[in-house]
Structure formats: structure tokens, C-alpha cells
């Protein structure tokens, strides 16, 4: 079991920044891909990001430039830093891990997620 804790949502004027954390516990960290995924009101699930391991990273094309993903093996955490917010930014945001090395978008292909931290992003 890989338990998943996301921290850093908040409310944000458009324009501004966050940076989202999600701590992993339990079973290892080691070699597991670690992905972000936002779901807004009303609509479905999409990915954000993901980083492997070995830190190969991939992202949607509308968060490219915007958002980088980075992960701190020593920790056991995964961030999320959150340029030049839009209001079409707003969502939950839910952490994942995969148990493999690739970076599907799918996020039925991910074994483990968080409860989800609220991002509004204010016009």
C-alpha cells in the first residue's frame, strides 16, 4: 500500500503561483512513476502531469510552460509548480503512483491516490 497526502491548494488570483505537495508513505517509493491529475466541477478527470523515476517527465499540452513536476526521492515527495494561473485552472488536484516506470495519461492505469487538495484560481 502507498498512501498519498497532498498539501498546498488554496485560492490564488489569476496570474499567480502555487506549489502543490504530495507526500508518499508505506510502501516504497522507490522506482515508481508519480503522477498529477485535476478534476473540476462537472467535468472529467484529466492528467497534468507525470515523472518517472528517473525523473522523465510529460505533460498535457495546456500545461506545458505553465506547470513543472518534480519529485524529491529522499522525501518521498512529489511536487506541482503552478505558473501564470487561469481560471479554467480550478479543480481538485489528486496525486497518483504507479507502480511502473512508464507515464501513462490514463489515470486507470495508476494504483494509488490521494484524497485531492482544491486549487480556485480567482479572475
Known amino acids: 500500500q502507498v498512501q498519498l497526502v497532498e498539501s498546498g491548494g488554496g485560492l490564488v488570483q489569476a496570474g499567480g503561483s502555487l506549489r502543490l505537495s504530495c507526500a508518499a508513505s508505506?510502501?516504497?517509493?522507490?522506482?515508481?512513476?508519480m503522477g498529477w491529475f485535476r478534476q473540476a466541477v462537472e467535468k472529467e478527470r484529466e492528467f497534468v502531469a507525470g515523472?518517472?523515476?528517473?525523473?522523465?517527465?510529460r505533460y498535457a499540452d495546456s500545461m506545458k510552460g505553465r506547470f513543472t513536476i518534480s519529485r524529491d526521492n529522499a522525501k518521498n515527495t512529489v511536487y506541482l509548480q503552478m505558473n501564470s494561473l487561469k481560471p479554467e485552472d480550478t479543480a481538485v488536484y489528486y496525486c497518483?503512483?504507479?507502480?511502473?516506470?512508464?507515464?501513462?495519461?490514463?489515470?486507470?492505469?495508476?494504483?494509488?491516490w490521494g484524497q485531492g487538495t482544491q486549487v480556485t484560481v480567482s479572475s
Open positions: 497518483a503512483c504507479r507502480l511502473g516506470a512508464t507515464i501513462p495519461t490514463g489515470g486507470g492505469l495508476y494504483n494509488y
Open positions: 508505506g510502501r516504497t517509493f522507490s522506482g515508481n512513476t
Open positions: 515523472i518517472s523515476w528517473s525523473d522523465i517527465t
